[in-house]
Nanobody, 120 residues
């Protein structure tokens, strides 16, 4: 059974830092592209940062230069280092695992989410 478990969320003041973790089980972690998404109240879920199975990364413009996504395949864990946090970063952050399958299909798995609240 696949499980993605996020941790590390919490309440922080603007300008502060947090590190989110996503521990995976039930999947071959190293071959999955991984990503962090977030959803603020009343808004759609959006991609924050992604890291491919090969280690290439991409970031939303709003977090470039402030957030860093990494992965440790040996620990089956992905991280999101968040610095210089702003109130607009407040959201539930979700971990995603994505893998292309034969026949133009894809497998997507989601964690339960962790709340990040940035106070001004």
């Amino acid at each position: 059974q696949v499980a993605l478990v996020e941790s590390g969320g919490g309440l922080v003041q603007a300008g502060g830092s947090l590190t989110l973790s996503c521990a995976a089980s039930g999947i071959i972690f190293s071959i999955n592209d991984m990503g962090w998404y977030r959803q603020a109240p009343g808004k759609q879920r959006e991609l924050v940062a992604g890291i491919t199975s090969g280690g290439s990364t991409n970031y939303a413009d709003s977090v470039k230069g402030r957030f860093t996504i990494t992965r440790d395949n040996a620990k089956r864990t992905m991280y999101l280092q968040m610095n210089s946090l702003k109130p607009e970063d407040t959201a539930v952050y979700y971990c995603n695992a994505h893998r292309l399958l034969p026949g133009f299909r894809a497998a997507d798995y989601w964690g339960q989410g962790t709340q990040v609240t940035v106070s001004s």
